[in-house]
């Protein structure tokens, strides 16, 4: 499992169905290490900490392999990595193969998995459509939050390194079919 993007998002302040909304689900990839820490993707926007960063939620990966079921229901849309709303693009990332607990080494940083995305409304902004919520409810391909034990930067090329394999722990993939 190699990086294939890092990406960063800015605040975006949008009119949404007659609201004003801000996010920072709009996320493109960048060309340098992007720094991990403890709560947060150093200058990403995280807007309303109560659902994204912190702790439990530091950091989100997503599976470059998932891309091609996206672009095939969502062919008219621009497509770049971070679409998903993740900071790392990783190639291969499997979430009925990743268990909860499980401590990987990438780049400088030490991560561990924590749990599954659960999608907002405002992927359904990003995407143009609300059937997107629906649609990701309805796979398996949640991506991954991560913790940092470890801060540091990471790269495109870094790979994701198990280190610990959680014991009698449950996938990312079964956990996210329990929250449906």
């Known amino acids: 499992?190699?990086?294939?993007?890092?990406?960063?998002?800015?605040?975006?302040?949008?009119?949404?169905?007659?609201?004003?909304?801000?996010?920072?689900?709009?996320?493109?990839?960048?060309?340098?290490?992007?720094?991990?820490?403890?709560?947060?993707?150093?200058?990403?926007?995280?807007?309303?900490?109560?659902?994204?960063?912190?702790?439990?939620?530091?950091?989100?990966?997503?599976?470059?392999?998932?891309?091609?079921?996206?672009?095939?229901?969502y062919p008219n849309l621009d497509w770049n990595y971070g679409m998903l709303g993740e900071n790392i693009t990783i190639s291969n990332l499997e979430e009925t193969e990743i268990y909860i607990g499980n401590t990987y080494k990438l780049g400088e940083a030490l991560l561990e998995v924590t749990k599954p995305r659960e999608p907002c409304y405002k992927l359904g902004i990003r995407f143009g459509t609300q059937e997107i919520l629906k649609q990701f409810w309805n796979s398996t391909k949640s991506g991954i939050y991560f913790k940092v034990l470890q801060t540091g930067n990471v790269n495109v090329g870094d790979e994701l390194i198990l280190v610990n394999k959680a014991e009698n722990s449950p996938t990312i993939a079964e956990v996210y079919e329990t929250k449906k």
């Open 1 to 73: 499992m190699k990086v294939i993007s890092v990406n960063l998002g800015e605040r975006k302040v949008l009119n949404y169905k007659g609201k004003i909304v801000e996010t920072g689900i709009f996320k493109f990839p960048v060309n340098h290490p992007i720094f991990l820490g403890t709560e947060d993707v150093k200058n990403d926007a995280v807007i309303d900490r109560r659902y994204h960063g912190g702790i439990e939620k530091a950091v989100y990966g997503y599976s470059q392999n998932h891309y091609a079921f996206w672009k095939e229901l």
